[in-house]
């Protein structure tokens, strides 16, 4: 209640809750630069082969919650999804894309 009188008034836009980024779309966006000769459509049916043999598909759920919970709270020009892959995915024991097409091929 004191805080309030210290604090001038902010006004808050609504935002509302988007959808979840979607698993295959983050994976895509890790490990899209295994084909970087093709172009994005070509790629995604050979990267489609290796989501669907993919082991690690619990992690990339919680990739993708944390990923939407930064998107909506900071809007998606600031939440640049590439970058977020880059920086997060070493970190969850999901194999690097240069060892990737080796350990499970």
């Known amino acids: 209640q004191q805080l309030r009188q ?3 008034h902010i006004a ?3 935002v509302l809750s988007k959808k979840s980024l979607n698993l295959w779309m983050a994976f895509r966006s890790f490990y899209q630069s295994l ?3 093709l172009q994005q459509k070509e790629a995604s049916i050979y990267l489609t082969t290796l989501w669907k043999s993919d082991p690690f ?3 990339w759920t919680i990739i993708g919650a944390a990923y939407s ?3 909506n709270a900071v809007g998606k020009p600031r939440a640049l999804l590439g970058r ?3 920086i997060t995915i ?3 024991g999901i194999v690097a894309v240069e060892e990737y097409i080796d350990g499970f091929n």
Do not use: C, E, L
């Open 12 to 14: 808050q836009k609504t």
């Open 57 to 59: 598909k619990a992690k």
């Open 84 to 86: 977020y892959v880059k």
């Open 69 to 71: 919970k930064i998107r």
């Open 90 to 92: 070493p970190q969850t």
């Open 35 to 37: 084909f970087p000769h």
């Open 6 to 8: 210290h604090v001038p």
